[in-house]
């Protein structure tokens, strides 16, 4: 079955400098891997995604995230946290295998303080 | 705009009472699909629709009901068999098997409390 692990249930980080969330996954055959951002009490917020090529996708708001397949990891990145980067957020893998359904690691809670 | 949109967004039900979510998009998608979130547990897939009058069960179906009579809408009921049924869900909508690469589109969310 797909998976995806997040590590860390919080990660704190002082505005302006770079920030790291991390996630694992589990997947057999290729992986179609996703970030998503949840404000309080709002729908997730796609941010970006990996399907095929280069192994750095760049999203939104400055997001990135790197695939690495040595490590089976897709941690998400940004360079300079702003404040209003604090939320929820979500790695996602779909599986193509199984009608197509998407699986969700359990969140990371970033505060981005001032 | 396209999009979907969850009804209502807060809804409270007193216990042994069927409640019903409302989900419509107008994305064009095939595929919807409704998820549960409880603190600290990420998302948990409540039932999902590949196609029009299709719809399959998911990790947690048990005191749920949808149904998919239209593209465009999946709305999901929550019965009184659900023992716990305070959370917060989640409708989303995907191209479908056709569009391999597509990502997740989520409406609002509705916030379910039973009193």
């Known amino acids: 079955a797909q998976s995806v692990a997040q590590p860390e249930d919080q990660v704190n980080v002082a505005e302006g400098n770079p920030l790291t969330v991390k996630c694992t996954y589990s997947?057999?055959?290729?992986?179609?891997l996703f970030w998503y951002v949840q404000y309080p009490n709002r729908g997730l917020q796609f941010l970006l995604k990996y399907i095929t090529g280069d192994n750095l996708v760049k999203g939104s708001y400055g997001f990135e995230a790197e695939f690495n397949k040595s490590q089976t990891s897709f941690h998400l990145k940004k360079p300079s946290a702003l404040v209003s980067d604090s939320a929820l957020y979500f790695c996602?893998?779909?599986?193509?295998?199984?009608?197509?359904?998407?699986?969700f690691g359990s969140g990371t809670k970033l505060n981005v303080k001032p | 705009d396209g999009g979907i949109t969850q009804s209502p967004k807060y809804l409270f039900r007193k216990e042994g009472q069927n409640v019903t979510l409302s989900c419509e998009q107008n994305l064009n998608h095939d595929a919807m699909y409704w998820y549960r979130q409880d603190p600290g547990q990420g998302l948990r897939l409540i039932y999902y629709s590949q196609i029009v009058n299709d719809f399959q069960k998911g990790d947690i179906a048990e005191g749920y009901s949808v149904s998919r009579e239209k593209k465009e809408s999946f709305p999901l009921t929550v019965t009184s068999a659900q023992k716990n049924p305070t959370a917060f869900y989640l409708c989303a909508s995907s191209i479908g098997l056709a569009g391999v690469s597509g990502e997740l589109f989520f409406g609002e969310g509705s916030r379910l409390t039973v009193l």
């Open positions: 997947v057999s055959g290729n992986p179609y």
């Open positions: 996602a893998v779909r599986d193509l295998e199984n009608f197509n359904k998407f699986y």
